[in-house]
Structure formats: structure tokens, C-alpha cells
């Protein structure tokens, strides 16, 4: 049973941008919820609601301990981290256990997944001395991530194999959605077309075989814990829609990060040891991938997408001229 009220019949208006699947679950959440928790034996005393980007979160205290349960509208999204914390069992790196997972879409028309809850706080929360030490620890975590091996290219499929036939088909298919369907509010003709040559139809960014990616790594996707002034990552979460591909997608340029966070990051690869030749080119072009998508996904989601967009131009200038 669901104590507190948890339906928000105003999310169309305070979060414009999203996907229908989103509001409908958003609109209809105390349903969709104890379906969920009859179907995963969950008796709440205590449900929180926090918006995700893609799908919902609820955080679930039943008088003894806690879990998340995600719903999201996208199917094939939550099999994919499905897949991404199973793999990394046993790695070193820190991931929740899954409790318990359905993507039938027979409790409730969305897929929906419980996940053990790690205790810890997101970067936000950690005083900013620390950001760079924070970032260099989701560097070595990302370095054990990345020397795994997996099948296939983008995501996995509920009947076996994988969704894309090769890292650009990958690219293309997860990155040519709504947000990007923007774009030329955004930018010019002539970038856009510089850009996607460039990026997702290069051919030359297609020379690798899949490893294990987290495909977006951001500041409220890993968890610390502070303890006698010494940092320690306690959670590694939230993997994006590509979780098959190439290692450099994950990995900021140091030498125009967005703060000390992304620096530390980019230094565990590229201060630790020098980038091949390729894997500079790969590096450089990824990222204007990653930007180019995520000015279009600030600007279609109502926030500030001029500094983004700053950066996105400014990369592809460097780029052209080479």
C-alpha cells in the first residue's frame, strides 16, 4: 500500500520535452507502483519519487532497508543496465545488485527494475577540492569497464544478439531521436551537415570491436563516500542506451573540460598514458558526437544550450581545420 500521494498530473507543464511514455507513467504513478510492489513482494512504509531523465525513480524504505525501483517508457533500457551491472560482477567496480527485473510489460505497460540501494551521494554533494579526485576515480573505474569484452555493438536484445550491426550503425540509431530532431533550430545547415559527416558517418570511427561502455558518465551518475577526508566511489550507476561500443565515447577532453570533475577523468587516460594516434582521432570526434546531441537535448528540454553549443562549434571549427 502506498501512503503518500506520488501521481503528478502537471508534469507536461513543469517538464516539457519528454517523451509521452514519461508523463503517462508520471500521471498514473500510484497505479503503476503497486503493481510493481505486489509483483516484487515490496511493502512499503516509505516511497520518494525523483525525476530521472529517461523514466521514473522511486526510493522504497520498507522498515528494514531500502531499494530503487526505475519504470522506464523505453524498451530495452533497463535490460540494458540489466546487462551492464551483471557483467561487471566480480570487476572492482561498484555496482548495485538487481533484485528484481520485468520488461514483459504484463504488471504494468512499462519495463520496470529493482535495484539494491548503495548508500553514498553523488558529486554535488562532496566539497568542489574534491570534484578532481572524484573524477579520477570514475576514470579507473571507467579503465576496468572498458577491458571487457562484450558481443556486440549498442545494446542488448531480449531474444539474443544485439540492436546495431557496428558502432556508427549504434550511434545512428540511438542519437537520431527526438532530440536531435531539433537540430536545426539549433545549428546552421552547413554545421549540422560538417558534423554528421564527420561523426556518425565516418567510416574511420568504425575500427574497433565492442568493449563494455558506460556511454553516460555525468555528475549524478556515481556515488562516494567520504570518510576521514579520504573520497572512496561507492556506486557506479545508470549506464546509457550504448553500452557496446567504443572506450573513447566515455572520456571527456581533458584540455576543454566542462570542470575539475571531467578533468579528472580525462587525465587517468590521457596523463597516465599517451592516446595512440587513433585513439586521439576517435577521442576528439566522439566528443563532438556527444556534444552535438546533447546542445540539441539541452535546447528540446527547455535549459541553457548556448554554452554547449559554444563548445560544440568551436570543437568542429578545430576539427575542420586540422
Known sequence: MIKEKINKPNIRDTKPGYSEGYYDIFEHLEDYAAKIFAAADIHPQETKVMEGETGVILNVFDGQQ????????FHGDLLTSDYFYNK?????????????FDDSRQVIPYDFQVLEYLEGVDIRSIPAKLHR???????EALQKIHSINVEGFGWPLSGGGWGATSWLDALRKNYFDSSLAKKH??????????????TFFNEKLNSIAPHLIHSDVGHGNSLYRLEDNQLFLVGFIDPGGIIGGDPMFDVPLSVDAEDDFEKGIGEVYTGRRSLSPEEEYRLNHLNLARRFWSTCWHYATGRDHKPVKDKTVVLLKNLTTR
Open 185 to 198: 533550430e539549433v545549428f546552421s545547415t552547413e554545421e549540422i551537415r560538417q558534423i554528421e559527416r564527420i
Open 66 to 73: 531500502r531499494a530503487i525501483v526505475k519504470i522506464n517508457p
Open 133 to 139: 579526485q572524484a573524477g579520477t576515480l570514475v576514470g
Open 88 to 100: 561487471l560482477e566480480g570487476s572492482g567496480v561498484p555496482v548495485p545488485s538487481v533484485l528484481f
